[in-house]
């Protein structure tokens, strides 16, 4: 059983051509230690643990020049239904639906705005056993410049529904399935993400002091895209790793600040 309901990001994980790298870089900036699948086929994929709990993965490319990217997994419980509905919904199946030997099954989609993601049917690997602490892994979030396009995807695919809300110059909207809010999704900022620019889902980690864990990536050499700022949640910052994959870290809010 996954940690979470279907229909909500239960796992993260990273494709790198320098997994070495990784593995050096990621546990001196969140305290990870790595487990490497046994497998020779895994390719040396690696789960990282905060305290001993399942927080992302890392891996190899899957395809040959494959950019470095973080990706989002969607817990289901079933892969082969959702690869179906986003057929139907006008989206692309990446990769079809296959076992990841005895952990799960899983599949890569592109909604129609090209922005990719996957969804985890767990099997003897339920995703990530914690989120929302220093160091796991707290929100996911879709940057596309149709978001009216991905309110129709999206709730054809999952059932979200699209909760907006004014955040400054933009309007930014929660996805919400049930009770809850489970993602979100803004339309891309800034001059480093052109108009243009495809979309892609983003992830962020929790951080005791996002200034504190940005200054630490620019030391263990990664690049500072976006510095610490403060937004609703909490104060952020935007990073790329050393082979340039995004990911971005926050120091959540305290529920009764503000």
Do not use: H
């Amino acid at each position: 059983m996954s940690t979470v309901p279907p229909g909500t990001p239960c796992w993260a994980d990273l494709a790198t051509p320098d997994l070495t790298d990784a593995r050096r870089f990621y546990p001196e900036l969140f305290g990870w230690t790595g487990r490497i699948a046994p497998e020779p086929e895994a390719g040396g994929y690696t789960v990282f643990l905060l305290a001993g709990q399942a927080v992302v993965g890392a891996g190899p490319p899957a395809i040959p020049d494959q950019v470095p990217i973080w990706s989002t997994y969607v817990a289901t419980d079933d892969a082969d239904l959702v690869a179906g509905r986003v057929e139907r919904a006008g989206g692309q199946v990446v990769v079809p639906p296959f076992e990841v030997f005895d952990r799960g099954r899983m599949a890569v989609f592109a909604d129609p705005a090209g922005a990719a993601f996957s969804v985890w049917q767990p099997m003897a690997m339920p995703g990530a056993e914690v989120f929302d602490v220093p160091g796991a892994l707290s929100w996911t979030e879709l940057v596309t410049p149709d978001p009216e396009g991905a309110k129709v995807f999206y709730e054809l695919v999952f059932g979200w529904q699209p909760d907006d809300q004014p955040m400054g110059p933009i309007t930014y909207t929660g996805w919400r399935l049930g009770t809850r809010i489970v993602a979100g999704m803004m339309p891309p900022l800034g001059d480093e993400f052109p108009a243009d620019s495809p979309a892609y889902w983003s992830v962020y980690f929790a951080v005791v002091d996002a200034d504190a864990a940005a200054a630490r990536a620019a030391e263990l050499g990664g690049t500072i895209l976006v510095p610490p700022q403060d937004i609703p949640a909490g104060r952020y910052a935007a990073l790329r790793d050393p082979q340039g994959a995004l990911f971005n870290v926050i120091a959540l809010a305290s529920p009764d600040a503000g």
